[in-house]
């Protein structure tokens, strides 16, 4: 083939999007369904934006997003499974702070290690932690709860989570920090803590505001406040507890995207940016707003520093309160 015809089928080729060898176009990522690991059940916050992830996103990345719900042990179970899974780029995880900080100190021993078996993608999104009263309490700030339980030593508790959660890690810390003793009462999901407020059987709580702000805004439970570093954008009204005198205490109920170790980079980084314009997107902005939740979109970098700032904030209260898995 002489020169000017090389160069005519070049251009050909170009014109036709064709300049990519065959062998590297059948590799490009993605070629075969994409699943999302969630390590709670269906119908949690984490899962509700798995499936929002994958009904966006699919569509855009021309393949199918599956959604696999493997619960239990406080998300260890799911958690370890996107750590043992395969890097092939085809596997991602959606999670929470607990399976990333604070059960690496609850559980004496993990089928995975955070930092060493998952590869940090971006925080999705977040929403505040509310410290929620019944209204027969009486209580309507902060300080007016505080000096109800210190007159009453032992007489109130609380519904959270289970032991070890976030709900329950924030209100030990909130007593600790105030000087008062409130008794724990642990349930599996944040609506059994609601149910329980509502019944009578507790009496507060400091849940995931998507939890609470129904009943809040029909005046069956009572908001004091917000547990998190500043005011929220989408619960500006409310005070945050270092405002209304505890400071220390930020229990943000975010959710982040993982993958495991070693997975292709051309495939994290094309997953992540699917997510990042995802969150941009003004009509998941407001859904996201109806669900009480705010869109992040951090850097990896900026996800891994909340997990450990996580670390660091609840290990001291985890040591300090005793508080314990065997298995």
Same mark, same amino acid.
């Given at each position: 083939?002489? %020169?000017?015809?090389?160069?005519?089928?070049?251009?050909?080729?170009? +014109? *036709? #999007?064709?300049?990519?060898?065959? !062998?590297?176009?059948?590799?490009?990522?993605?070629?075969?369904?994409?699943?999302?690991?969630?390590?709670?059940?269906?119908?949690?916050?984490?899962?509700?934006?798995?499936?929002?992830?994958?009904?966006?996103?699919?569509?855009? %990345?021309?393949?199918?997003?599956?959604?696999?719900?493997?619960?239990? +042990? *406080? #998300?260890?179970?799911?958690?370890? !499974?996107?750590a043992k899974a395969a890097p092939d780029g085809y596997t991602f995880g959606i999670t929470i702070s607990g399976p990333l900080a604070a059960n690496t100190v609850l559980f004496p021993k993990l089928p995975y290690q955070p930092a060493r078996d998952l590869d940090f993608l971006t925080i999705a999104a977040t929403q505040p932690s509310v410290l929620v009263v019944a209204p027969s309490l009486g209580a309507r700030d902060v300080g007016g709860l505080l000096k109800d339980l210190r007159d009453h030593p032992g007489e109130y508790n609380?519904?959270?989570?289970?032991?070890?959660?976030?709900?329950?890690?924030?209100?030990?810390?909130?007593?600790?920090k105030s000087g008062t003793d409130v008794v724990h009462v642990p349930y599996s999901t944040s609506a059994k803590v609601v149910t329980s407020i509502l019944s009578g059987e507790t009496h507060m709580g400091i849940l995931p505001a998507a939890a609470v702000m129904e009943q809040v805004a029909s005046g069956k439970l009572r908001a004091l406040a917000v547990a998190t570093a500043k005011r929220s954008a989408i619960l500006p009204g409310l005070p945050t507890l270092a405002e209304s005198g505890v400071a220390g205490i930020e229990a943000d109920a975010w959710m982040g995207f993982v993958a495991p170790h070693g997975s292709p980079r051309e495939a994290e980084d094309r997953f992540t940016q699917e997510v990042v314009r995802m969150l941009k997107d003004p009509a998941v902005v407001a859904q996201l707003a109806k669900l009480h939740e705010e869109p992040v979109a951090s850097t990896p970098a900026g996800m891994r520093a909340v997990v450990q700032g996580d670390l660091d904030r609840w290990?001291?209260?985890?040591?300090?309160?005793?508080?314990?898995?065997d298995q």
């Open positions: 083939m002489n %020169l000017s015809r090389l160069l005519g089928t070049f251009a050909l080729l170009c +014109a *036709g #999007g064709l300049a990519v060898p065959p !062998a590297q176009a059948a590799d490009a990522w993605p070629a075969k369904p994409i699943r999302i690991i969630v390590p709670f059940g269906p119908g949690s916050t984490p899962d509700t934006m798995a499936r929002m992830t994958a009904d966006y996103i699919g569509p855009r %990345l021309g393949v199918s997003v599956v959604v696999e719900n493997k619960a239990g +042990a *406080g #998300g260890n179970i799911g958690t370890a !499974a996107m609380y519904g959270s989570m289970g032991v070890g959660s976030i709900s329950h890690l924030a209100m030990a810390a909130l007593a600790a290990k001291p209260v985890i040591e300090a309160n005793g508080i314990r898995f």
